[in-house]
């Protein structure tokens, strides 16, 4: 069965019931990640908005794992993110950007991590998500994750990624026209 009807970034009502009760087991089984915040609510959203539930489709089938990490007051919005315990696997050995993955002569990854995440409808963490999220838990001790890159670095040729070792959060550096087999990125989406 398609997974976009008519042409629109929409879950059949079968898949989207699927996608609602992975969702809910998944918010269930890590309270410690939303404290205070009702599933009841978050799943009335998520019913009103078909395309939203699509992206969270995009990030599940990806490997991502999405859950509720954070609401926002002032929007009124619930921010989902990618808390699989290692880096996405449907999104790993990529570069950074499509300029890097250009400036490869040899071996070119299929992907990079900007037009992905776009592609998906999501956002890639900055440095301060990303450790945010290493406070719910502890993400990415085997791998590791690109992260949004300040236009200063970027324009030098750099792109950052973070990773948790020794029991502390790391952010790094590499060249955006790098990729490793244990390096995805990970995401977020306000609902």
């Known amino acids: 069965m398609s997974k976009i009807n008519n042409n629109k970034k929409e879950l059949s009502p079968e898949q989207a019931k699927e996608l609602l009760h992975t969702l ?3 918010f269930e089984k890590n309270m410690n990640r939303h404290k205070g915040l009702e599933w009841t609510k978050i799943q009335a959203k998520l019913e009103a908005n078909a395309e939203k539930l699509w992206v969270l489709d995009e990030m599940e089938v990806t490997g991502g794992e999405p859950d509720v990490a954070d ?3 002032k929007t009124g919005e619930y921010i989902f993110y ?3 315990a290692e ?3 449907g999104r790993r050995s ?3 950007d499509l300029e890097g993955l250009e400036s490869r002569k040899e ?3 299929e992907n990079n991590a900007i037009d992905m995440a776009a592609t998906m409808g999501i956002a890639l963490l900055t440095e301060e998500q990303y450790r945010f999220l290493q406070q719910l838990g502890k993400f990415d001790t085997k791998t590791s994750s690109w992260i949004a890159t300040p236009p200063a670095i970027r324009k030098l040729g ?3 990624f973070g990773d948790r070792r020794y029991d502390h959060v790391f952010v790094y550096h590499n060249g955006a026209q ?3 087999a244990a390096r995805a990125f990970r995401g977020l989406l306000s609902v």
């Open 24 to 26: 809910r087991i998944r």
């Open 71 to 73: 609401y926002d007051q």
């Open 82 to 84: 990618d808390c699989s």
């Open 87 to 89: 880096s996405p696997k």
């Open 94 to 96: 990529i570069c950074y």
């Open 107 to 109: 071996h070119q990854p």
């Open 158 to 160: 750099g792109a950052l």
């Open 178 to 180: 790098s990729y490793y």
